[in-house]
């Protein structure tokens, strides 16, 4: 039986953190905003399920994780669920803000802070569910793609005139960013290059200007000016799995495809 510690035992909890893959599994059930089965996480961080499965234990002994039963109606072992603990009773982000900056101080005791704060950002991408898809997305359809997904996590965008960057008015990590703003800001930087590459769009982010004015708070999202796609590979931009938006390709057919869709 595993006992449940507080929270407050900051000594346990910097060891637990220790481990670079149980930083990584903390990150990504954070990163979530949901529970995630043994299998989920395990492919989050790239671990074999068994391995994947000590760390979890040793972050519920240190009250940084929520370990809960599925419930089932049918007949057979009920799945487990792994979700980050928040530091207090509601669900908002700010909430977890107690998680965020241990796992800053995590990320800036290594020998390339900033770099491993790019590589978390790639992989929340992942974890908030942005698809990689076949055909580019419009540099426009793109951008309305990012800002959509922005807004839904608290960065409250919007789109000044002119087509090179996107203002950000309130970041729902603030404080812990004040004090760490290259690991903080690196990871939502991570967070945003990815985006754009799994939209088809490499290269887009130029850079993330944090606290371009400090009151009231803007970070600014610089652009770079890319060519679109060739007319033929249009997208048009939906709703995805969790709620995320990501383009779809909407391509005519040629006879050759409609033929052996007719057959």
């Not at 996480?41 to 671990?47: E, K, S, T």
Request: with cysteine; hydrophobic share 40%; proline share 6%.
């Amino acid at each position: 039986m595993i006992t449940m510690v507080s929270m407050t035992d900051d000594g346990r909890v910097e060891r637990v953190l220790a481990g670079e893959s149980r930083a990584a599994l903390l990150t990504a059930l954070v990163s979530a905003g949901r529970p995630l089965s043994l299998a989920e996480a395990a492919q989050q961080v790239g671990l074999r399920p068994s391995t994947t499965r000590f760390h979890l234990d040793l972050l519920v002994s240190a009250g940084l994780v929520d370990r809960t039963a599925e419930r089932r109606a049918t007949v057979g072992r009920p799945r487990i669920h792994y979700a980050a603990r928040p530091a207090s009773g509601g669900t908002a982000p700010g909430d977890y803000e107690g998680l965020v900056n241990a796992l800053a101080d995590q990320l800036s005791a290594t020998p390339d802070p900033v770099g491993a704060a790019r590589e978390a950002g790639r992989r929340w991408t992942q974890a908030l569910g942005v698809r990689r898809n076949a055909v580019a997305a419009t540099r426009g359809a793109a951008v309305e793609a990012v800002a959509g997904l922005l807004d839904r996590l608290g960065f409250a965008p919007d789109r000044p005139a002119g087509p090179d960057r996107i203002n950000l008015r309130r970041c729902p990590f603030e404080v812990v960013a004040r004090q760490q703003r290259g690991v903080v800001c690196g990871v939502h930087e991570g967070m945003l290059v990815e985006t754009f590459q799994r939209l088809g769009r490499a290269g887009e982010v130029a850079r993330l200007e944090a606290f371009a004015v400090d009151e009231p708070l803007l970070c600014v999202v610089h652009l770079r000016t890319l060519a679109d796609p060739a007319p033929d590979s249009r997208v048009v931009v939906g709703e995805g799995e969790n709620g995320i938006t990501e383009p779809s390709a909407r391509r005519r057919p040629d006879r050759a495809s409609r033929g052996l869709a007719d057959a």
